[in-house]
């Protein structure tokens, strides 16, 4: 096994073993017979490691549901839901650092640790809002479309937090609150409601009067 | 693609739809009130018009158990009036359509392989809906399946749906809840037994082989390999469902063959296995060219020996006759308390007596011709009558056995389609009574 990849595992093993990270690249290196030096060759700090960590989960989603053959027919908002159900089932394989980290962390806050995967989500949720535009499901807005990526990654810690204190069995209420959600988030996009939300915060502006 | 989107996800949701329903059926009385001391001359009946589709329409939203509770009130004519019932008759088709991608979640979950990995084709949309679930179209190795999914979490939001439905439903119908408290008990069994689809394989299995060498009923095939707990599949059947094949041009001749063929299979299970299909929606049931199909057996109801004897005692006409005998068996059914005072006694007795003379009609003279409007119109009269008494509304205390409720469902529903068909059906008394 590469480097990377053992580290990574050690990380997973550890997190879930002591409920935190570990103390140090050392006390890391150690349990795992890797090098200290091979260790930054890797990441450059233990968070960078965390955040490769979560990286790694929506980059393998993400393969997993290109793959899929019914991938190429499906609109983006197939697309959005296949994405937010396949993370369900591939989180499963780390569900108790799941636990650990998302529990205690709001949808709104964005600690160093989530940085690779708010980047990687992003990237994949540009494609996806160009592919909306294209098939016509969401209108766009110029300059706000630029939001919609954030818009979307805010989306899906939204459904991890829901995740994470769901309780019901094999979490069939998280895949109910996944289609419910991408569904109104759609439906608002694909409509003008955002546009009237808009211009009715622009009338109440203060610069608004000036226009006038 | 605009699945979904109005279903109500959390509790708190679910209860603001409710409390949208209770201002909505409230606008409608002051309305109603308003036009009155107006005098503009609207009857109760378009007020109860107006309240069913607020009502319909918020446990349309809803889905999952408010939706089956409302067909199964629906069905109940003691307990609803007629306009109620028109509304909710509706609710099986009437279910908007879970995403594609929900679908193959699903697969995945429940079985651990997509649907293309089970399948060789499987069409992405809906077949048809159904209350708790939707069908889908299959393929594989030449053959069409019919493969129903259930939505996720159904199961799960069933009871606190009724926890919240209860005293919504039991406002709008007039009834207290001390009193009709073990048929909500009931009601909510069977609703969760309809979310179990390994049961419900169980007893379509069962009941289709034990019905099996009836004339003109035929079952579809079971697939248990491609089928678990939230997945149900079964052969694909091409038909009519029994509402369709109502309204189309069929000549009598055949209404009457499918008449039959319905009336025997309920004759069976009810007297015979006492075990039943207790969901008799048009939407169940299916005419092709070999007969008449039967779908769905999400909803079976057992009847103990002593029950059944004591519920259909009142077929014999020798009973009615009696007064002392007829209250005897009322009270052995528990319809008739010990503590009831004489007069309302007898009022039950003799409202009892008017009850069963019309729904033991069929069963009088070995032929029954459903096709006569004349017949439900009296059954739905009887209704409306019992509704506005007074007197009855007054009574207090649990009554009668809440196994009734799907036993009634039954005879309700069966002679509610064989009216919209328009069969004429040989009857007969079971071999008990006949004697």
């Not at chain 1, 989500?121 to 540009?126: I, M, R, T, V």
Request: glycine letters at 8%.
């Amino acid at each position: 096994m590469e480097n990377k990849e053992k580290l990574l595992a050690g990380f997973r093993d550890h997190m879930g073993r002591h409920g935190h990270p570990p103390a140090s690249v050392p006390a890391l290196c150690e349990t795992l017979g890797v090098a200290e030096r091979d260790f930054y060759l890797e990441f450059g700090s233990l968070e960078a490691l965390e955040s490769s960590f979560w990286e790694d989960l929506v980059a393998k989603t993400v393969t997993a549901v290109e793959e899929g053959p019914e991938w190429q027919g499906f609109g983006a908002r197939q697309r959005l839901l296949a994405f937010l159900f396949a993370f369900l089932e591939k989180s499963l394989d780390v569900r108790t650092v799941l636990l650990f980290r998302f529990r205690s962390v709001s949808p709104l806050c964005n600690p160093e640790w989530l940085r690779g995967m708010e980047r990687r989500f992003k990237e994949w949720a540009s494609d996806l809002v160009a592919h909306a535009s294209a098939t016509g499901e969401i209108a766009d807005r110029g300059r706000l479309s630029g939001l919609y990526p954030a818009a979307f990654y805010l989306h899906l810690r939204a459904v991890i937090d829901f995740n994470v204190k769901d309780t019901s069995m094999r979490y069939e209420r998280s895949d109910a609150f996944v289609e419910k959600s991408t569904h109104l988030a759609f439906d608002l996009l694909r409509t003008q409601a955002i546009d009237s939300a808009f211009d009715l915060l622009r009338f109440f502006a203060p610069w608004g009067h000036r226009a006038g | 693609m605009a699945a979904q989107s109005t279903i109500r996800s959390s509790r708190l949701g679910r209860m603001a739809a409710f409390a949208g329903t209770g201002a909505r059926v409230g606008i409608n009385y002051l309305k109603h009130y308003g036009q009155r001391s107006i005098g503009s001359g609207v009857d109760e009946n378009d007020l109860h018009e107006r309240n069913a589709e607020a009502v319909y329409k918020t446990f349309s939203e809803l889905k999952g158990g408010p939706l089956k509770l409302a067909q199964m009130l629906s069905i109940d004519h003691n307990l609803l009036p007629a306009a109620y019932a028109g509304q909710f008759a509706k609710a099986q088709y009437s279910a908007p359509p879970l995403s594609y991608p929900l679908v193959a979640r699903t697969f995945r979950r429940e079985m651990g392989r997509g649907p293309l990995e089970v399948f060789e084709t499987f069409c992405e949309s809906a077949a048809h809906g159904a209350s708790i679930g939707q069908v889908h179209k299959a393929t594989r190795d030449g053959r069409d399946f019919a493969v129903k999914v259930q939505y996720p979490g159904v199961a799960e939001s069933l009871r606190s749906d009724l926890r919240i439905v209860k005293p919504i439903a039991l406002q709008v119908i007039g009834l207290r809840e001390r009193d009709v408290e073990n048929y909500f008990r009931e009601v909510e069994t069977r609703l969760l037994e309809e979310t179990d689809y390994t049961l419900e394989l169980e007893r379509s299995m069962e009941l289709s082989r034990a019905s099996s060498h009836l004339e003109g009923v035929s079952f579809p095939r079971y697939f248990p390999e491609y089928s678990c707990r939230r997945i149900l599949t079964m052969e694909w059947i091409d038909g009519l469902t029994l509402d369709r094949f109502a309204k189309g041009p069929a000549d009598q001749a055949e209404r009457d063959r499918v008449g039959q063929a319905l009336w025997d299979f309920y004759e069976f299970q009810i007297h015979t296995l006492q075990l039943f299909h207790a969901d008799p929606h048009p939407g169940n049931f299916l005419v092709s060219p070999p007969g008449l199909t039967v779908l769905d057996f999400g909803c079976t109801k057992k009847i103990e020996t002593l029950f059944y004897r004591r519920h259909f005692r009142f077929l014999d006409e020798r009973l009615l006759g009696d007064r002392d005998a007829l209250e005897e068996a009322l009270v052995d059914l528990g319809i008739l308390l010990p503590g009831d005072a004489d007069a309302s006694r007898a009022r039950i007795r003799d409202l009892c007596a008017a009850s069963i003379a019309i729904l033991a009609r069929p069963f009088r003279d070995g032929f029954f011709d459903f096709s006569d409007p004349s017949f439900m119109r009296s059954i739905y009269d009887l209704g409306e009558q019992n509704r506005r008494d007074d007197s009855l509304r007054g009574l207090r205390g649990q009554r009668g056995s809440p196994d009734s409720i799907y036993v009634n469902r039954a005879y309700f529903g069966l002679y509610s389609l064989l009216s919209a068909i328009g069969a004429r059906v040989k009857t007969r008394l079971p071999a008990w009574l006949a004697t």
